[in-house]
Structure formats: C-alpha cells, structure tokens
C-alpha cells in the first residue's frame, strides 16, 4: 500500500489546509508539557512554506464535546509554533464561522492560519458533511497529517476528502512515514520477526495478536494480559487481572501458534503484590507458584532474561504495551529492562502505542529506536490489519 505523498501533487501558491495532530499535553497552568506533536508537524508546514503556499492548520485538543470551552483554545498551540516556525501565526476565533472563513479568505502567501479547536463544533466528530464542506471550502489542497486521528471518520478526517478532487489531496510527510513504516513491517519483514505484545487486557489487543500471528516468528506477550494466557494454561495465577471469558480465544491463540511454528513467550516468573499500590509488600515468585490472595504487576528478572535470550537474533522487533504497571516505579523494572534490551538490538525496532512510547521515553531509550508512532488508537488499528478511515482516501490506486 502507497499514499499519494504531498509531493506527488502540485501545492506550489495554493491555499493548503493541514490536518494537524495538535492535541498536546499541559500542565495545570495551560502550559505545553510535550511539544513533540507539534514538531513532528513542521516538516509538513515547513514544505508548504518552501513551496509558497498559505497554510490552514486545523486540529482539536482535548474534549470540549462540541462546545467552546477556553481552557481547550489553541491559543497555547499558536504561541509554541510562532516559536517553533518563527514567523507569525494568526489565530481564528472559532472554527468555520465568520472569522475563520474571512481570515482564510485574506490568507496570503507564506501566512499561516491556525483554526480554533475542531472539537468546539459538534459535527466534527460526527463527521457531518456540512462541516465538512465549510472546511473544505476554505482551502484550493487537503494535506492529512495527523495519523493520531486518522482511525476516526471525523469531519476534517474523512468527510473533508469527498470534497477534493485527485490532484488536490494528499498524505503529509508524518503521516506517510507512519502507515509506510508499518505497512512495510507487517507485510515484508526482515526475520526473525519478533512481536512483544503487552497492556493491561487481552480483549484491547486480541484482534491485533490474530493478525500478527501469521507474519511473525515469534510473540512475546507480557503484561496484565499474560494472565488470561497463564490461566488458559492451567496456572493459579491469585487476584492477577484476567479475563476469564476470554479463556477460549487465548487458548486458540496458543494452539495456532503451535501450528505455525510460532515462538510464543509468556512470563516465567512474576512480581507480585499483595495490593495495587505502590507501597504494596511484594514478593518474586515462579508463574507456577502465585499465590492466590496476591496480584502479578510486573515480569520478575528470570522472564527478562529469557525475553533478552528471545530478542538476540531478531531482526524487526514491533513492541505495543508495557511489560508490568510501569507507572508505579516498584512494577516498572520488567518493562525498563525490555526497553534497554530492545533498544541494544541491532534489529528495526518500531514502537507502538502511547504507553509504550512514553515507557521507552522514560527509560532514556527513545532515541535508539528505530521508529515510534506518534498515535496509540490508530497503530492498534494498523496492528489489527484494519484500513483508518483518514488513509484509505488517499492510498495510490
Ligand atoms: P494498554 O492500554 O492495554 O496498552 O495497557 C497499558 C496499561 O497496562 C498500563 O497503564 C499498565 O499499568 C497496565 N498494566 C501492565 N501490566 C499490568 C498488570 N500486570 N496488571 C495490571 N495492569 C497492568
């Protein structure tokens, strides 16, 4: 699969409207705790620029529900990129109303416009089409690069794209890279070919371990998920989290591993607490001997060397959700070991999913990893093998 690249059409003096990805963190102040969405957008932006264009971005923040709501303004977002691109930003008051249409309407070339917040209109996530149109009239190109969205069919998603014709839309360059990095590992990976599959709950993430099976060599799984595995395979595993109606499908995921000759790894030992906090007692234990008045939070260090011994030869390693509660410093040692592990790898390493890449991020390894998407929701979704509504208008035929 192939996106039509902003550079395969003509965007030179045009009026490009760019679907953004702005929805940053902040802090109790209002101030911008994580500016990384935002940065990743300039390469796009900065393109339009190079090439003379006036710019429309449009993002939404936060959950205002279809209502304007100040303390979900983009008014944060417009100062940082006034910093980041170092030219003027202007800021329209709403969205599609009368100011947004007219400052778009006066844009000038190499001017850059920021709408208000998406999410204030009440059609945006319903993808109604009126709005979809009143953006869309704003602007001569359509540039999608907010791959965080683009599993949603959202007005200035998927709506906008009806109306513009081929020639007139396009993939930005972070959005290209995402689907482009996924698409090639999943379909041609370079073997051995290593999933790491962890996260709180099988049900978050079966769909996606059904379709990874077939195309890899071996499947790590760690995590609050492991135990519906540890249990499907007869383990006491105490008052470890679980998902007892989900027994069956975890079984048929062991057996068809089986059948093809997949690798499947689970926990040998678990660190288990007697609560969940973090000043629980805890006690290492085998996966065979949990006992049953206490809950697994964490891989234990026999589970990290066998996991290092998995990973030694891989050659693309795909890693979405964390090994243990990584945000209680005392169940996070399971999952910084992998992430220095993996991180040593020579092979491609390419992480998915927000707590994956916020573990990696803590753990000081973001910057030996191959790749790491930006968008939790709508990696799952690639995972899964799903087409996002936001890609699949602009996919080359
Ligand atoms: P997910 O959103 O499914 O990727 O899950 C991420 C969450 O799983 C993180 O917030 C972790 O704290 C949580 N998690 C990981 N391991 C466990 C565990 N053994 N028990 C409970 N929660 C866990």
């Known amino acids: 699969m192939e996106l039509i690249n902003i550079k395969d059409i003509d965007v030179a003096n045009k009026k490009v ?3 953004c990805d702005f929805n940053v963190p902040q802090d109790e102040f209002g101030n911008i705790s994580d500016d990384r969405r935002i940065k990743s ?43 980041l691109l170092k030219q003027e930003v202007k800021l329209a008051d709403d969205v599609v109303g009368e100011d947004a249409i007219g400052k778009a309407k006066d844009l000038k070339e190499g001017e850059v416009l920021l709408l208000e917040n998406l999410r204030f209109e ?78 709180s709950k099988v049900s978050g993430k079966l769909q996606a371990l059904e ?9 790590i799984i760690g995590g609050g998920m492991a135990f519906t595995f540890l249990k499907a395979r007869g383990y006491e595993i105490g008052k470890s989290l679980v998902e007892d109606d989900l027994l069956f499908d975890a079984h048929k995921i062991i057996d068809e591993a089986k059948k093809r000759g997949v690798k499947l790894y689970l926990p040998v030992d678990i660190l288990c607490a007697q609560e969940f906090s ?40 795909l890693w ?34 927000g707590d994956t890449a916020d573990l990696v991020e803590r753990a000081g390894d973001a910057d030996e990893m191959t790749f790491i998407s930006t968008g ?22």
Request: proline residues 4%; hydrophobic residues 40%.
């Open 41 to 83: 957008a300039l390469t796009t932006i900065k393109y339009c620029l190079d090439n003379d264009c006036s710019i429309i971005l449009a993002s939404h923040l936060g959950r205002p529900k279809g209502e304007v709501v100040s303390k979900f303004s983009l008014k944060p977002v417009q100062k940082r990129l006034h910093t």
């Open 376 to 397: 939790g929701g709508a990696s799952l979704e690639l995972l899964e093998g799903k087409m996002l509504p936001g890609v699949k208008p602009l996919v080359k035929v």
């Open 17 to 19: 409207f760019i679907r």
């Open 122 to 199: 009440a059609g945006e996530t319903k993808n109604d089409k009126d709005l979809a149109e009143k953006l869309a009239s704003m602007a001569d190109v359509y540039i999608n690069d907010a791959f965080g969205v683009s599993h949603r069919a959202h007005s200035s998603v998927e709506g906008i794209t009806e109306f513009f014709k081929e020639g007139e839309k396009a993939a930005g360059f972070l959005l290209t890279k995402e689907v482009t990095y996924f698409h090639k590992t999943m379909e041609k990976p370079v073997r051995p070919f290593v999933a790491i599959v962890g996260g």
């Open 320 to 353: 979405n959700g964390p090994m243990g509660v990584y945000e209680m410093e005392k169940f996070a040692k399971g999952s910084y070991k992998l992430s220095h592990q993996v991180a040593e790898s020579h092979a491609t390493k390419i992480i998915g999913g």
């Open 211 to 219: 379709n990874l099976l077939p195309k890899v060599d071996k499947l």
């Open 278 to 317: 973090a000043d629980s007692m805890t006690i290492n234990t085998t996966t065979m001997e949990i006992p049953k008045d206490w809950m697994g939070l964490d891989i234990g260090p026999a589970s990290s060397i066998i996991f290092k011994e998995a990973l030694h030869d891989a050659q693309t390693i």
